[in-house]
């Protein structure tokens, strides 16, 4: 009898986390969807929930060590690294924090900081993935400070949060171009129907009515109340949010999106695209990077061996 081996399971927001015992790779599965609370039978991918391995091969997963976290996703649902703190969810607190307390004293400002930080420190592609609140207190934590956090001279910490203002100065670029493409587009539609000027003064209450509901909080929709925020009442939010956040926007879909936001579908439909396509492009640049991380590495490792083969040759002469 094949031995059991203690494992974690957990879904792709890290916010549920289960321990269980299984013999192989099928039962994890089949248990692992049972404690998520996914449906009997639905397809999982199973990946490590460190690095995004996927795991599909018996043998593999024997040769894991015990309680290897493993992470169980759906069809439209992709890896993606975790900030790290508290098993996963730390996002999730430190976005209550914010909310909930009006005044943040400084410490509480430089543990948000210091652990984004940490974040960056073990893989720097987790630029991409992080909001533009998270990015901004990058850029206005202390230099010699974040240096220090982060095991860099203060010269590179300092070219560091000029990258990071970067990232934050393209993101506005891409929202004032959508924007300039929208008021063109309404002023083109604008002026071949003048003759339906009186009807506009609804359009703008309605308007109105948005910008209330920018303010209001869903508490039974799941989502951070920022994040609510940011979808409801700023431009092109698919580029202020976070890869976690874009992927519970994603994975929701239509008529869940529909009842969290108040919106008409045409309106949701919109919305769910661009999420969509943000966080394509997002994961694209990171598995990038990776793919050049890891064939940089073997550069290396080839390099070294050749090297090594090189010397005793020499030796011998």
């Known amino acids: 009898m094949t031995d059991r081996k203690p494992c974690k399971v957990c879904n792709f927001t890290r916010q549920k986390s289960y321990g269980l015992v299984v013999p192989s790779l ?5 248990k692992g969807c049972e404690f998520l609370g996914f449906s009997p039978g639905e397809p999982v991918t199973v990946v490590l929930e460190d690095d995004g391995t996927i795991v599909q091969d018996q043998a593999y997963f024997l040769c894991l060590p015990s309680n290897t976290k493993f992470m169980l996703l759906h069809e439209k649902e992709t890896w993606s690294p975790g900030c790290r703190m508290d ?27 210091w652990h984004l930080a940490q974040q960056l420190k073990q893989d720097l592609a987790s630029i991409i993935l992080m909001s533009e609140a998270d990015l901004q207190a990058l850029v206005d934590a202390p ?5 220090s956090a982060m095991g860099f001279e203060e010269k590179k910490a300092e070219d560091l949060q000029e990258t990071l203002q970067g990232v934050l100065d393209r993101r506005e670029e891409e929202r004032q171009s959508k924007e300039l493409l929208q008021l063109y587009l309404k002023a083109a539609v604008k002026e071949d129907q003048q ?8 359009q703008e209450r309605a308007g109105d009515v948005d910008a209330v509901d920018a303010v209001e909080v ?20 698919e580029t202020r949010l976070s890869t976690e956040e874009l992927q519970m926007v994603v994975t929701r879909g239509m008529e869940a999106m529909e009842k969290v936001l108040g919106w008409d579908r045409r309106r949701t439909s919109a919305l769910l695209q661009a999420c969509e396509a943000e966080l394509t492009g997002r994961l694209q640049q990171v598995q990038a990077m990776q793919s050049i991380r890891s064939n940089t590495q073997l550069d290396r490792v080839q390099r070294a061996e050749e090297e090594g083969a090189e010397t005793p040759a020499q030796g011998s002469n």
């Open 143 to 147: 230099c010699p400070e974040l240096a």
């Open 26 to 30: 099928d039962d994890l599965k089949i």
């Open 195 to 202: 003759q339906e000027v009186p009807s506009q003064p609804s």
């Open 87 to 113: 098993g996963g969810t730390a996002w999730m607190a430190r976005d209550s924090m914010l909310l909930e307390v009006d005044t943040v004293d400084s410490s509480s400002a430089a543990a948000h900081w």
């Open 218 to 237: 869903d508490s039974a929709s799941g989502f951070m109340s920022r994040t609510l925020m940011v979808l409801k009442g700023k431009t092109s939010p």
